[in-house]
Protein backbone atom coordinates (compact mmCIF):
# COMPACT_ATOMS: atom_id res chain seq x y z
CA UNK A 1 0.00 0.00 0.00
CA UNK A 2 0.97 3.28 -0.69
CA UNK A 3 2.40 5.21 1.95
CA UNK A 4 3.43 2.30 4.11
CA UNK A 5 6.25 2.27 6.27
CA UNK A 6 8.78 -0.94 6.02
CA UNK A 7 10.59 -1.76 8.99
CA UNK A 8 13.88 -2.55 7.73
CA UNK A 9 15.56 -5.77 9.70
CA UNK A 10 18.44 -4.35 11.93
CA UNK A 11 22.28 -5.54 11.21
CA UNK A 12 23.63 -7.81 14.05
CA UNK A 13 26.90 -9.04 14.59
CA UNK A 14 25.97 -12.48 13.46
CA UNK A 15 24.89 -10.98 10.02
CA UNK A 16 28.04 -8.82 9.93
CA UNK A 17 29.94 -11.92 10.60
CA UNK A 18 28.09 -13.72 7.85
CA UNK A 19 28.53 -10.90 5.70
CA UNK A 20 32.52 -10.87 6.28
CA UNK A 21 32.45 -14.61 5.24
CA UNK A 22 30.51 -14.33 2.28
CA UNK A 23 32.61 -11.61 0.72
CA UNK A 24 35.99 -13.48 2.09
CA UNK A 25 34.74 -16.61 -0.04
CA UNK A 26 34.68 -14.26 -3.35
CA UNK A 27 30.73 -13.37 -3.41
CA UNK A 28 30.13 -10.22 -5.26
CA UNK A 29 27.98 -7.60 -3.16
CA UNK A 30 24.82 -8.83 -4.99
CA UNK A 31 25.49 -12.38 -4.20
CA UNK A 32 25.69 -11.84 -0.47
CA UNK A 33 22.44 -9.59 -0.83
CA UNK A 34 20.36 -12.66 -2.14
CA UNK A 35 22.13 -15.11 0.78
CA UNK A 36 21.30 -12.18 3.45
CA UNK A 37 18.25 -11.47 2.14
CA UNK A 38 18.75 -8.03 2.23
CA UNK A 39 18.38 -5.03 -0.92
CA UNK A 40 21.91 -4.75 -2.79
CA UNK A 41 22.44 -1.40 -1.47
CA UNK A 42 21.40 -2.20 1.82
CA UNK A 43 24.68 -4.70 1.84
CA UNK A 44 26.85 -2.22 -0.27
CA UNK A 45 26.40 0.38 2.53
CA UNK A 46 27.19 -1.95 5.75
CA UNK A 47 30.22 -3.49 3.48
CA UNK A 48 31.24 0.42 3.33
CA UNK A 49 30.51 1.23 6.80
CA UNK A 50 32.66 -1.59 8.30
CA UNK A 51 35.39 -0.65 5.85
CA UNK A 52 35.21 -4.40 4.30
CA UNK A 53 36.59 -2.55 1.49
CA UNK A 54 38.68 0.48 1.15
CA UNK A 55 37.58 3.20 -0.89
CA UNK A 56 40.55 4.07 -2.35
CA UNK A 57 40.84 1.30 -4.14
CA UNK A 58 37.70 1.72 -5.45
CA UNK A 59 37.83 0.06 -9.40
CA UNK A 60 38.42 3.02 -11.88
CA UNK A 61 35.36 2.63 -14.09
CA UNK A 62 33.32 2.83 -11.13
CA UNK A 63 34.84 6.34 -9.84
CA UNK A 64 35.55 7.72 -13.61
CA UNK A 65 31.65 6.83 -14.23
CA UNK A 66 30.73 8.83 -10.99
CA UNK A 67 32.44 11.73 -11.85
CA UNK A 68 31.16 11.69 -15.17
CA UNK A 69 27.56 11.43 -14.29
CA UNK A 70 28.50 14.57 -11.05
CA UNK A 71 29.86 16.63 -14.25
CA UNK A 72 26.54 16.30 -16.42
CA UNK A 73 25.21 18.01 -13.12
CA UNK A 74 23.53 14.37 -10.85
CA UNK A 75 23.14 15.01 -7.41
CA UNK A 76 25.11 12.29 -5.54
CA UNK A 77 21.84 10.34 -4.51
CA UNK A 78 21.16 9.68 -8.00
CA UNK A 79 24.99 8.59 -8.88
CA UNK A 80 24.28 6.25 -5.72
CA UNK A 81 21.11 4.90 -6.83
CA UNK A 82 21.99 4.45 -10.57
CA UNK A 83 25.17 2.56 -9.44
CA UNK A 84 23.86 0.61 -6.47
CA UNK A 85 26.53 2.51 -4.11
CA UNK A 86 26.47 4.27 -0.73
CA UNK A 87 25.62 7.82 -0.85
CA UNK A 88 29.31 7.86 0.71
CA UNK A 89 31.10 6.46 -1.35
CA UNK A 90 29.73 8.48 -4.11
CA UNK A 91 30.66 11.65 -1.64
CA UNK A 92 33.89 10.66 -1.71
CA UNK A 93 34.73 10.31 -5.33
CA UNK A 94 32.99 12.58 -6.61
CA UNK A 95 35.35 14.81 -4.75
CA UNK A 96 38.60 12.82 -4.87
CA UNK A 97 41.61 14.37 -6.56
Known amino acids: MAG ?4 KPSWTEEADARLR ?10 ECAVA ?6 S ?3 RE ?9 TFEKAKRDRIRELAGEGWRSS ?3 LRL ?8 HWR ?3
Open 21 to 30: QLLADGLTVT
Open 84 to 91: GLPIDVVE
Open 48 to 56: YKLRLRDPR
Open 78 to 80: RIA
Open 43 to 45: VAK
Open 4 to 7: EVVE
Open 95 to 97: TAK
Open 36 to 41: LDRTRP
